[in-house]
């Protein structure tokens, strides 16, 4: 069986998403995709991405978010007799947010899908509901988790800190705004106990539209967003790895791009594996997946003045049994679901019926 797959993000292709597990926004971020790779190979299947040979030799596509209806891979495998029901199959994975994909959510565009795995608890409900549950399944934003934590409270220099791209959308379920305003509390009060890090934080990001004009093209002008760049003084730069630079804290600001039920991305976890107590935001339903002693819910404060106080003064046997509660869940087969190796069963199991690999974690 020949099994092709394409990446909405088009710098995932040309079989880089299926033997490179390095990415520029997280670390080891594809290597789910890598492991379901080298085991669809194991067991005697054909992998590439679609880009790199004609579309008419694959029995199956995999297409990493929806693509869009005008997408030319897209329509070659349609026009090539790719469907939900037919000979040739066509399987859905979403991952990106509704803000960012909007596409993705829309049910209308799954029809052309014999499947649909996603971690939206939204689409998963209103599939068992319609009892389409055959065609929607659950698959959670999946990491590389090591096999061994050197957890402690040597190696923390500084208090807090944040990694993440300066990013902006008029979106009313957005948390950019949000973590802004944490990144300028800390700022205006104590700079001392703060430290950002990160793409972007030193140029102006533009965004909408003028006129009809897109202006985010300007953000190709380099010297115009240095020149407008807004200032933080606790920025340190970009960093080559989040784990190496987390173990240097205590804590950090966790907050997802967006709110949405089961939408938990790596955020967390880089914090979890780098033995650094996360204060997160995004989820609603964040203990429905993942222990409530293993993180600090910034809903439970309605200040920032309330939540500094209660990190700057944990006793240190009550932060030592946050990263006792972390390692014992990263270890657990509650982690299960959001592992590479999760990952890989699942869509073994669903896109070429393979039971024996499948845990029954549900």
């Known amino acids: 069986m020949y099994i092709g797959f394409y990446n909405y993000h088009k710098e995932h292709n040309k079989n880089k998403m299926l033997t490179d597990p390095s990415s ?32 008419k030799k694959f029995d199956i596509i995999v297409f990493v978010e929806f693509p869009g209806i005008n997408n030319k891979y897209f329509k070659q495998s349609i026009e090539s007799g790719f469907s939900a029901s037919g000979e040739k199959k066509l399987y859905l994975l979403l991952i990106e947010s509704p803000i960012i994909k909007p596409d993705n959510y829309e049910v209308k565009n799954h029809v052309y899908f014999k499947k649909v795995f996603t971690w939206s608890d939204e689409l998963i409900d209103k599939a068992t509901n319609l009892k389409e549950v055959k065609k929607y399944f659950r698959l959670n934003c999946s990491q590389k988790i090591p096999p061994e934590f050197n957890f402690g409270l040597r190696q923390k220099e500084k208090l807090c800190a944040i990694i993440s791209s300066n990013k902006s959308m008029a979106h009313p379920k957005e948390l ?33 539209t003028f006129l009809g004009i897109k202006i985010a093209r300007l953000n190709r002008l380099k010297f115009l967003t240095k020149l407008l760049r807004p200032y933080y003084p606790s920025y340190k730069g970009s960093i080559k790895s989040k784990k190496e630079t987390y173990q240097k804290y205590k804590f950090s600001i ?95 199991k669903e896109i070429i019926s393979y039971p024996s690999l499948w845990k029954n974690f549900l």
């Open 24 to 55: 520029s926004i997280g670390d080891d971020l594809l290597y789910p995709f890598v492991l379901l790779s080298q085991r669809l190979k194991e067991m005697g299947q054909k992998v590439s991405t679609i880009d790199l040979d004609d579309i």
């Open 176 to 208: 950019y705004t949000e973590r802004i305003k944490a990144i300028r509390w800390f700022e205006n009060n104590h700079p001392e106990d703060f430290d950002l890090y990160g793409n972007g934080w030193d140029r102006y990001h533009f965004e909408g």
């Open 254 to 348: 966790c907050y997802e791009n967006t709110q949405a039920p089961g939408y938990i991305t790596e955020k967390i976890f880089d914090c979890f594996f780098a033995g650094c107590v996360p204060i997160y935001l995004g989820a609603q339903n964040i203990t429905t997946h993942i222990p409530q002693d293993t993180f600090i819910d910034k809903r439970n404060f309605d200040t920032y003045e309330k939540l500094y106080d209660y990190i700057k003064n944990m006793p240190d046997k009550e932060y030592l049994n946050y990263l006792d509660a972390i390692k014992n869940f990263l270890k657990s087969e509650k982690a299960y679901p959001f592992s590479a190796e999760c990952f890989a069963d699942i869509l073994i």
